[in-house]
């Protein structure tokens, strides 16, 4: 539950974070929490360590999960959340248990029971319904050229609100379906 929770502030504080600053930066601070959270944790909880006991084996897996699974992960969850909402982004890291069993089989020839098939089964259908969903509740319905009525809106000058966060609006239409790099377009647009 707590995973969860702290996946979800990643993301919602990683969108708005993404507004004023660039996806290295916003991964940086996460990677370096992520580390300080961790080292504490291990200081507190975990009995000390003879580091030079420690096999060359084991600093191999230390460095892939710190370099791929930490901070590549989380460079890649920004550089996406600059392109498409957290909404989404969280819909599609759930696919990840997919993803793993689908290298687990490829690697290490694992492979799933009929339940662990059907859950992966489920998983993926129900990102592409939310995925189908979401996109279809976001689409303005009233404006079949919603991007011309933004650029027509900023052009006249006629604006709501000095922020692009996801409560602006723009000529009295909602911007939270937008991406933040397009929230961010339409302010520097605006700036100019």
Request: aromatic letters at 8%; one cysteine or more; glycine letters at 8%.
């Amino acid at each position: 539950m707590l995973s969860s929770v702290a996946l979800a502030g990643a993301l919602v504080f990683g969108e708005r974070g993404l507004e004023q600053l660039d996806a290295t930066t916003v991964a940086g601070t996460q990677i370096v929490a992520s580390f300080v959270v961790a080292l504490a944790c291990a200081l507190v909880f975990e009995p000390p360590v003879n580091v030079a006991a420690v096999q060359p084996v084991a600093w191999g897996t230390i460095a892939f999960l710190a370099l791929l699974s930490t901070c590549l992960t989380f460079m890649l969850q920004n550089v996406a959340l600059t392109e498409l909402p957290s909404s989404t982004v969280s819909l599609l890291l759930t696919g990840e248990p997919v993803f793993t069993a689908a290298f687990s089989f490829m690697l290490l020839g694992e492979a799933l029971s009929a339940a662990g098939m059907a859950g992966a089964v489920v998983i993926v259908a129900s990102v592409v319904a939310a995925t189908w969903v979401e996109g279809r509740q976001s689409a303005p319905a009233a404006s079949p050229a919603p991007q011309a009525e933004h650029a027509l809106a900023l052009e006249e000058g006629w604006f709501e609100g000095a922020e692009f966060g996801a409560q602006s609006s723009l000529a009295g239409v909602e911007l939270s379906h937008l991406a933040p790099s397009e929230r961010r377009s339409f302010a520097s647009e605006r700036a100019a």
